[in-house]
């Protein structure tokens, strides 16, 4: 049986990346001054990495479904293409780019670096390592929501249950120090995510029309959880501690605010894919969704560039909100650039986990803008993700989950 594209999900895609970059350009850029601030608005931007998990974990499994044992071989040689492989490049260039100003005291400690950099993933790159403990996982995520069929929402309050008793644990120290130290490359740290996207996917259509019904509810009480952990981190900048740090974003407070987020994360994506929207949004959305990953992937490598060039310097002459919103501008702008041409090479697949497309002509652009408009904004058309994750629906998996 096949499935459809998911087109609104693709949408998201770009949503999640512009919640990413805005997040590490606040930590790079927003001056020391406006700590209290910038860390308000990061407490909650940090949603953009648990929408990740929870998108990733969804479009597998919604691909994935009924793999079996047999199909595990390629399965895993596919994620080692999309995801691995990108992983291991990209770490190594950006260890060559910090290389200069590192001063290693020998070659040895220098390649002792390195591997520290592919053990813990250089900066956001542990993203990429949650989502290869997810595919270690997966067989035995699929083997439980099969044979809990019928009980997926016991399945999903244990994993509610747990992801609060691990950001407590996480939050206030209560764990190993080892365990703490790699909190952030941890599976477990992330596991309602994780499940609850596996879960979602097993009742995809019903979760879709019960949110669409019901889209006015879930943004007034996003909006509420959101107000409710500023307020938790605003009273733990004044002094109580017994909340914890405030901006920490394992933050218990949290967690009802980023499932209403990223539930409105799908809400914005089904707007920006009805047939009414112009061909320009199309277009952009169709960049965005296209060019994610390869933003996820270079967006530090710019941040670097425009520090050495000097522009955080600038917030002594130009306020920092709006600093920061130029900054956002730039990054995603050359982040693009790069992808696209990254794209057209033969290093599309080790650098962007993406299949090399051919250089754009006129005619090829006119006539994929007019089936876009007989297909209401769907660039695959006829395309449909199957359930055995065969051939017809690797491409969109790659778009969707290994690449959100």
């Keep these: 049986m096949a499935r459809r594209w998911l087109a609104q999900v ?3 895609r770009p949503i999640k990346q512009a919640g990413v970059v805005s997040t590490h350009t606040l930590l790079f850029f927003a001056p020391a001054a406006a700590a209290v601030s910038s860390g308000a ?9 648990e ?3 929870f998108i990733s974990a969804c479009m597998l499994t919604y691909a994935y479904a009924d793999m079996r044992l ?7 040689r596919r994620r080692i293409a999309s995801v691995l492989i990108p992983y291991l490049c990209w770490n190594l260039i950006y260890f060559l780019v910090l290389l200069p100003t590192s001063h290693y005291a020998s070659v040895s400690a220098a390649l002792a670096h390195l591997a520290w950099f592919a ?8 993203f990429l390592l949650v989502i290869m403990e997810f595919y270690l996982a997966f067989p035995l995520v699929l083997m439980l929501l099969r044979r809990t069929r019928g009980h997926h929402g016991l399945v999903l309050a244990a994993a509610a249950a747990a992801q609060v008793a691990i950001s407590i644990a996480t939050h206030w120290q209560l764990l190993p120090a080892l365990i703490l130290r790699y909190a952030q490359q941890d599976a477990l740290s992330y596991l309602l995510y994780l499940i609850g996207g596996a879960v979602v996917a097993f009742h995809l259509d019903q979760v879709h029309d019960w949110v669409v019904r019901h889209a006015l509810l879930i943004i007034y009480l996003t909006v509420a959880a959101g107000l409710a952990a500023e307020a938790i981190y605003f009273l733990a900048q004044d002094g109580i501690t017994m909340l914890g740090s ?7 407070s949290v967690i009802a605010f980023n499932v209403g987020a990223i539930t409105c994360g799908y809400l914005a994506g089904v707007a920006l894919i009805r047939p009414e929207r112009s061909r320009r949004t199309k277009a952009m959305v169709r960049l965005g969704s296209d060019d994610a990953y390869g933003i996820y992937l270079s967006q530090i490598l710019f941040i670097i560039a425009l520090i050495r060039l000097g522009w955080g310097r600038l917030d002594a002459t130009v306020p920092w909100p709006l600093l920061c919103l130029l900054t956002m501008g730039i990054i995603f702008a050359c982040c693009i650039a790069l992808t696209e041409l990254l794209a057209r090479t033969p290093l599309a697949v080790p650098l962007t986990g993406r299949k090399q497309v051919p250089w754009p002509t006129r005619g090829r652009d006119r006539d994929l803008d007019q089936s876009m408009d007989r297909r209401g904004g769907d660039p695959g058309g006829g395309r449909r993700l199957s359930r055995s994750g065969g051939r017809s629906g690797e491409a969109d998996l790659r778009r969707t989950a290994a690449l959100s």
């Design 10 to 12: 693709d949408a998201m």
């Design 246 to 252: 405030g901006s920490d974003p394992f933050q218990p």
């Design 119 to 126: 053990a813990t993933g250089y900066y956001q790159l542990y």
């Design 70 to 76: 047999v199909g595990l071989r390629r399965f895993y």
């Design 51 to 53: 929408g990740f998990f």
């Design 41 to 49: 608005a990061l407490l909650l931007l940090h949603v953009s990495r």
